[in-house]
């Protein structure tokens, strides 16, 4: 693909030389090998010159139907609408090419030092709403499917050199160790419960030990602080055992199968908050003026269970499971935890730049909401001459310190099940059967009695495809 425009070329050269006249046909050939050969060795001179470029990326088809009208393509860690609700008690389906994507890799070396350049792109933009009736702030129908915005996923530089890794963009948190215990579901990913969010970021890591055997890495990041009030970079921290001689397949429904070395990744993440007002609020004892730390830990594992050695067609089974715990860390859920929500209840005056569902106040003193999650999966791959891929897996993020978010909702989960089948290196299809469950609470400060707790429940069947090139 590098150098169609290349054979563009040559055919087009080609095609002058056979309409020129008989007589001269012999002395056309002879031009237009010396004219081959000429551009070859410019060609080949000017890619030592700089970097290789590839293009990537694939066409993704999703026929998605919903019990509810919660979610579009990507669940994440939303909340499934409340029964009682149009959108709670009906369903509808949906027809969606707006995960399909394109990527662009170039490849080169520097100083001993092996450079990258990747940026990626999808159509999940961030616009407006989906809205039937067109109201304000939505979309219809036919703009939002038809007409998406295409959107930056990521965009880095990376560089590698005796064990040491620099990675300067956007890219997957450390925290957690995006993207490799991920749910590797056929919906978009990412579900509700796993890690997953791309941010910009200065990383360094080194990795120590045999690329065949045993390693260890270290790694730590600065990332753009969740509040850009704070003035502060997240900074994180990550220490990740391998054990490269122990291997089994593993993939995403988007990605092709991979042989992953068994891992241990644990992970620390720190960010700093602020929140200030000139206007006192909740009365004389109310503080206004208040800076936290809100740290987070978690643990990640993928554990081949069934091997497969490198270049054998044999069957795989892999285990990988996560769990977190912290406070103030929804932003390291898709972006948000719980969708990114609306303000806490009983919060008694606005924050300034900083997201839903991170904190809110108790007794007018500024509180991180604690967050908590855990995944597990277990992934099947048939031999590869047969290609197919069985997934079932279980995520679940919940706060358990008491500050109920917007509309008193505390918990999500989803349990899944999906195949998929290769039917080439390129084309895959997959079908997924998914419930994912929002717990609801009793607001906050009011009578349980008065307010009980339900589950909202969401069922969800996709059958999606994909052409990866």
């Given at each position: 693909?590098?150098?169609?425009?290349?054979?563009?070329?040559?055919?087009?050269?080609?095609?002058v030389?056979?309409?020129?006249?008989?007589?001269?046909?012999s002395?056309?050939?002879e031009?237009?090998?010396?004219a081959?050969?000429?551009?070859?060795?410019k060609?080949n001179a000017?890619?030592?010159?700089?970097p290789?470029?590839?293009i990537?990326g694939?066409?993704?088809?999703?026929v998605i139907n919903?019990?509810?009208?919660?979610?579009?393509?990507?669940?994440?860690?939303?909340?499934?609408?409340?029964?009682g609700?149009?959108?709670g008690?009906?369903?509808?389906?949906?027809?969606?090419l707006?995960n399909s994507?394109?990527s662009?890799?170039?490849k080169?070396?520097f100083g001993?030092?092996?450079?990258?350049g990747?940026?990626?792109?999808?159509?999940l933009?961030?616009g407006?709403a989906?809205?039937?009736?067109?109201?304000?702030?939505?979309?219809?129908?036919q703009?939002?499917f038809n007409?998406?915005?295409?959107?930056?996923?990521?965009a880095?530089l990376?560089?590698?050199?005796?064990g040491?890794t620099i990675?300067?963009?956007?890219?997957?948190?450390?925290?957690?160790?995006?993207?490799?215990y991920?749910?590797?579901?056929?919906?978009e990913?990412?579900?509700?419960?796993?890690?997953?969010?791309?941010?910009?970021?200065?990383r360094?890591?080194?990795t120590f030990?045999?690329?065949k055997g045993?390693?260890?890495q270290?790694?730590?990041?600065a990332?753009?602080?969740?509040q850009?009030?704070?003035q502060?970079?997240?900074?994180?921290?990550?220490?990740?055992?391998t054990?490269?001689?122990?291997?089994?397949?593993?993939?995403?429904?988007t990605?092709?199968?991979?042989?992953m070395?068994?891992?241990?990744?644990l992970?620390?993440r720190n960010a700093y908050?602020s929140?200030?007002?000139?206007?006192p609020?909740g009365g004389?004892?109310?503080?206004?003026?208040?800076n936290?730390?809100?740290?987070?830990?978690?643990?990640?594992?993928?554990l081949?269970?069934?091997?497969?050695?490198?270049?054998?067609d044999d069957?795989?089974i892999?285990i990988?499971?996560?769990?977190t715990?912290?406070?103030g860390?929804?932003d390291a859920?898709?972006?948000?935890?719980?969708?990114g929500?609306?303000?806490?209840?009983?919060?008694?005056?606005?924050?300034?730049?900083?997201?839903?569902?991170?904190?809110?106040f108790?007794g007018?003193?500024?509180s991180l909401?604690?967050v908590?999650?855990?995944?597990?999966?277990?992934?099947?791959?048939?031999?590869?001459?047969?290609?197919t891929?069985?997934?079932a897996?279980?995520?679940?993020?919940f706060?358990?310190?008491?500050?109920?978010?917007?509309?008193?909702?505390n918990?999500d989960?989803?349990?899944?099940v999906n195949?998929?089948?290769?039917?080439?290196?390129?084309?895959r299809?997959?079908?997924e059967?998914?419930?994912?469950d929002t717990h609801?609470?009793?607001?906050?400060?009011t009578?349980?009695?008065?307010?009980?707790?339900?589950?909202?429940?969401?069922?969800?069947?996709?059958l999606?495809?994909w052409?990866r090139?």
């Amino acid at each position: 693909m590098k150098r169609s425009w290349l054979m563009s070329l040559l055919v087009a050269v080609a095609l002058v030389s056979l309409n020129m006249p008989a007589f001269a046909q012999s002395d056309s050939m002879e031009d237009l090998n010396a004219a081959v050969g000429a551009l070859t060795s410019k060609v080949n001179a000017l890619e030592k010159k700089g970097p290789a470029v590839e293009i990537h990326g694939f066409v993704q088809q999703d026929v998605i139907n919903d019990s509810t009208q919660s979610f579009n393509e990507t669940v994440g860690d939303g909340k499934v609408a409340q029964n009682g609700t149009v959108a709670g008690d009906n369903g509808y389906t949906q027809y969606s090419l707006r995960n399909s994507r394109i990527s662009l890799l170039a490849k080169d070396t520097f100083g001993g030092w092996a450079t990258k350049g990747y940026i990626e792109s999808d159509f999940l933009g961030n616009g407006n709403a989906l809205g039937y009736a067109g109201a304000a702030g939505t979309e219809t129908e036919q703009k939002f499917f038809n007409q998406p915005i295409f959107r930056l996923r990521h965009a880095y530089l990376q560089a590698d050199n005796d064990g040491w890794t620099i990675l300067a963009g956007q890219y997957w948190s450390l925290f957690g160790w995006n993207m490799d215990y991920v749910l590797a579901t056929v919906s978009e990913a990412p579900t509700m419960g796993p890690l997953y969010f791309r941010t910009p970021q200065l990383r360094v890591a080194k990795t120590f030990g045999d690329e065949k055997g045993m390693q260890v890495q270290l790694a730590a990041s600065a990332e753009k602080p969740d509040q850009i009030d704070s003035q502060v970079p997240n900074i994180n921290f990550g220490l990740r055992l391998t054990l490269n001689d122990v291997k089994g397949e593993l993939c995403q429904s988007t990605s092709a199968q991979k042989l992953m070395p068994l891992s241990i990744g644990l992970g620390l993440r720190n960010a700093y908050y602020s929140w200030n007002s000139l206007t006192p609020a909740g009365g004389a004892n109310f503080n206004y003026n208040q800076n936290m730390w809100g740290s987070a830990v978690a643990a990640d594992v993928l554990l081949p269970v069934l091997p497969v050695a490198e270049g054998k067609d044999d069957p795989s089974i892999v285990i990988t499971g996560e769990w977190t715990a912290g406070a103030g860390d929804s932003d390291a859920f898709n972006g948000g935890g719980f969708g990114g929500g609306a303000a806490l209840v009983n919060t008694a005056a606005p924050f300034t730049n900083l997201d839903g569902t991170i904190a809110g106040f108790v007794g007018g003193n500024f509180s991180l909401i604690q967050v908590q999650s855990l995944t597990a999966q277990i992934q099947i791959a048939l031999p590869k001459s047969i290609g197919t891929i069985f997934t079932a897996g279980y995520g679940e993020i919940f706060t358990p310190n008491g500050l109920p978010l917007g509309d008193s909702y505390n918990d999500d989960k989803t349990m899944f099940v999906n195949v998929m089948q290769d039917f080439t290196p390129e084309i895959r299809a997959g079908l997924e059967v998914a419930s994912y469950d929002t717990h609801y609470g009793s607001p906050f400060g009011t009578n349980v009695a008065q307010y009980p707790q339900w589950d909202a429940i969401d069922n969800r069947i996709q059958l999606s495809s994909w052409y990866r090139f």
